[in-house]
């Protein structure tokens, strides 16, 4: 029997955990038995924007009402009918909170292959690829848990900072992250802070909860923490740039009324608020410039253009290098890891980053069969 977490696309918090026998694979296929997976305040994102950007379209549950929650993480090959995979290889990936995937495997190499499956065609490759740990110097069986956690979070990171440089930072003094001291934020806040000193370099501004200001502060990577129930203390004469990480509508108002024409750009980038979404009537006739997503792919393909796919490949090398000396040797560390295990801690996890009540330090890694 297979298993796998179903939730309701338009209520977050109702979910079902589905079991289904096990199918045999056809011809060309693997079954992926996946192992550990991080759930971390991104895969809310996920949920929240599953119709917007498409995330519930990879794994799909054959009810339009539902929607099965992306993760990523590590698996094992449990069996293959596909020559280039063999049984017993371990991969990292983007799975479904569940026990398996069957995949597809195409232009496999030595390196890892892609999911060939018809649905996942015309989604983002950066989704489909499946990388074989034997072959990926980055991977130490030790550190399993800080790349599951952490490495899809800081390519974005990675990716905004490398986006605002790219546009000379829209010509602001300064820029606001919301929902800073979840893990996205607080990578983009340490790629940001690595180029003070520099022309051009922003101020780093972080909004959170006033339960959170003070691990905010404490990473050292914020120019400046504040709750959100404290925007009088931003100069609104700043010119700023405003990334969104929260997703409320409220908040963002609230931020395009105080700077109005000093807010030289709107970056949406994630939904950790994701229950205030649906105030879209908060979000029309804004001062300032309309809000924009930010689609991390995107800004990696021109750089693979530019720089090709191993230039880039190095310069995130790099900088996750220097990323992983304050988030695991940190006194305290910037993050630390908690391990669960079986379905009901699984979901207990979901629905404690769903209402916004998971620390920010702590990194939940699931193991879903006790």
């Known amino acids: 029997m297979t298993l796998r977490l179903s939730i309701e696309r338009r209520d977050l918090h109702r979910t079902r955990w ?30 929240a924007f599953g119709d917007a950007m498409r995330y519930w379209d990879f794994f ?44 597809q ?6 390196a890892g292959f892609l999911d060939g499956a018809e649905h996942r065609r015309a989604l983002h490759t950066i989704y489909n690829h499946y990388v074989r740990c034997s072959a990926d110097p980055g991977y130490h069986a030790d550190h399993e848990a800080v790349q599951a956690l952490l490495r899809p979070l800081f390519t974005t ?77 931003l100069d609104a004469g700043t010119p700023t740039v405003y990334v969104d990480f929260s997703g409320s509508a409220p908040l963002r108002r609230a931020i395009h009324e105080r700077f109005g024409e000093r807010l030289a750009y709107s970056c949406s980038v994630g ?22 997503l930010f689609f991390a792919p995107a800004q990696a393909s021109k750089r693979i253009e530019q720089w090709g796919a191993a230039g ?24 630390r890891v908690v391990e669960h295990r079986g379905l009901r801690a699984a979901e207990a996890v979901y629905r404690s980053l769903l209402d916004g009540t998971a620390a920010p330090q702590d990194g939940h890694i699931v193991t879903l069969r006790a």
């Open 157 to 233: 990171s990675f990716l905004i900072d490398d986006f605002l440089a790219d546009q000379g930072g829209f010509g602001a003094a300064q820029v606001i992250l919301s929902s800073a001291s979840s893990k996205t934020a607080y990578g983009t806040a340490f790629c940001l802070a690595r180029r003070r000193g520099q022309p051009g370099a922003l101020r780093v501004v972080g909004l959170t909860s006033a339960a959170h200001v003070g691990f905010t502060r404490s990473l050292g990577c914020y120019d400046a923490g504040h709750a959100y129930d404290d925007l009088d203390a």
């Open 18 to 47: 589905d079991e289904s026998p096990a199918r045999a694979l056809d011809d060309g296929e693997v079954r992926l038995r996946i192992e550990r997976v991080a759930l971390t305040a991104n895969n809310i994102t996920y949920a």
């Open 271 to 292: 939904g950790t608020h994701w229950d205030e979404l649906a105030a879209k009537g908060a979000s029309r006739d804004l001062p300032g410039p309309k809000p924009t």
């Open 312 to 335: 880039l490949q190095q310069r995130l090398a790099e900088a996750w290098v220097a990323f992983m000396q304050p988030v695991t040797r940190a006194d305290p560390p910037w993050l």
């Open 60 to 103: 799909p549950t054959g009810d339009a009402a539902t929607g099965c929650l992306p993760v990523w993480g590590f698996a094992e090959v449990a069996e293959s009918r596909h020559e280039a995979v063999q049984p017993g290889e371990r991969v990292y990936g983007y799975f479904p909170l569940a026990d398996e995937l069957i995949v």
């Open 105 to 110: 495997p195409a232009r496999a190499n030595a």
